[in-house]
Nanobody, 126 residues
Framework: QVQLVESGGGLVQAGGSLRLSCAAS????????MGWFRQAPGKEREFVAS????????YYADSVKGRFTISRDNAKNTGYLQMNSLKPEDTAVYYC???????????????????WGQGTQVTVSS
């Protein structure tokens, strides 16, 4: 079992930055990959970014590439999502999640992820 708790969301103006954190407990965090997803009202949950267990490999949705950076600190059992140059269309509830080993090919599919946090709201005003 893995317990995930997101933090760092809030209200920010367009062009601003936020850093989301995902604190993990339970199963050894350093051995599992993680990802960030977001869900806006009336829309499906969409992939944002993913990072391998070691941090060596990262993946991004085209919509956030160059603006967002995913990272992790395994010593602190924490993952991060640095969000820069935020746009109003980035407004959503952001979730972190973990996925089992050998699922790297499917890093963008929510169905592959087995544990999820409760989400943190990010609102970007224009």
């Amino acid at each position: 079992q893995v317990q995930l708790v997101e933090s760092g969301g809030g209200l920010v103006q367009a062009g601003g930055s936020l850093r989301l954190s995902c604190a993990a407990s339970g199963r050894t965090f350093s051995r599992i990959a993680m990802g960030w997803f977001r869900q806006a009202p009336g829309k499906e949950r969409e992939f944002v970014a993913s990072i391998s267990y070691s941090g060596a490999n990262t993946y991004y949705a085209d919509s956030v590439k160059g603006r967002f950076t995913i990272s992790r600190d395994n010593a602190k059992n924490t993952g991060y999502l640095q969000m820069n140059s935020l746009k109003p269309e980035d407004t959503a509830v952001y979730y972190c999640a973990t996925r089992p080993p050998y699922t790297g090919t499917y890093y963008s599919s929510p169905s592959v992820y087995d544990y999820w946090g409760q989400g943190t709201q990010v609102t970007v005003s224009s």
